[in-house]
């Protein structure tokens, strides 16, 4: 099992930026990557970015390139998702999750363990 805990969220103005931290623990050797996911009301979840833990390669969706980065602290067990010039669009609850398979995945089926989600609010 592999326990997530994310943090950071919070009401933004358009344009803004936000970081959110999510924190790994338990049996965290059976990670092989990290992604963070959104869901919108009355809208699917939707993958976001994800990051190997090796750090060696990240995807983003083509919603947030350029914007947003993920990056992870393999020491400290934690993975970010730093959000840059947001739009109200990006408002949703940000879910971070693990794959403990090859290869970097984009489906949230992928994913076997969840955190209980953060809300973004980002006003116009």
Same mark, same amino acid.
């Given at each position: 099992? %592999?326990?997530?805990?994310? /943090?950071?969220?919070?009401? %933004?103005? *358009? &344009?803004?930026?936000?970081?959110?931290?999510?924190?790994?623990?338990?049996?965290?050797?059976?990670?092989?990557?990290?992604?963070?996911?959104?869901?919108?009301?009355?809208?699917?979840?939707?993958?976001?970015? *994800?990051?190997?833990? /090796?750090? &060696?390669?990240?995807? +983003?969706?083509? =919603?947030?390139?350029?914007?947003?980065?993920? =990056?992870?602290?393999?020491?400290?067990?934690?993975?970010?998702?730093?959000?840059? /010039?947001?739009?109200?669009?990006?408002?949703?609850? +940000?879910?971070?999750?693990?794959?403990?398979?090859?290869?970097? =995945?984009? /489906?949230?089926?992928?994913?076997?363990?969840?955190?209980? &989600?953060?809300?973004?609010?980002?006003?116009?």
């Amino acid at each position: 099992q %592999v326990q997530l805990v994310e /943090s950071g969220g919070g009401l %933004v103005q *358009a &344009g803004g930026s936000l970081r959110l931290s999510c924190a790994a623990s338990g049996r965290t050797w059976r990670i092989y990557a990290m992604g963070w996911f959104r869901q919108a009301p009355g809208k699917e979840r939707e993958f976001v970015a *994800a990051i190997t833990w /090796s750090g &060696g390669r990240e995807d +983003y969706a083509p =919603s947030v390139k350029g914007r947003f980065t993920i =990056s992870r602290d393999n020491g400290k067990n934690m993975v970010y998702l730093q959000m840059n /010039s947001l739009k109200p669009e990006d408002t949703a609850v +940000y879910y971070c999750a693990v794959d403990r398979t090859y290869p970097l =995945s984009h /489906s949230s089926a992928e994913y076997d363990y969840w955190g209980q &989600g953060i809300q973004v609010t980002v006003s116009s």
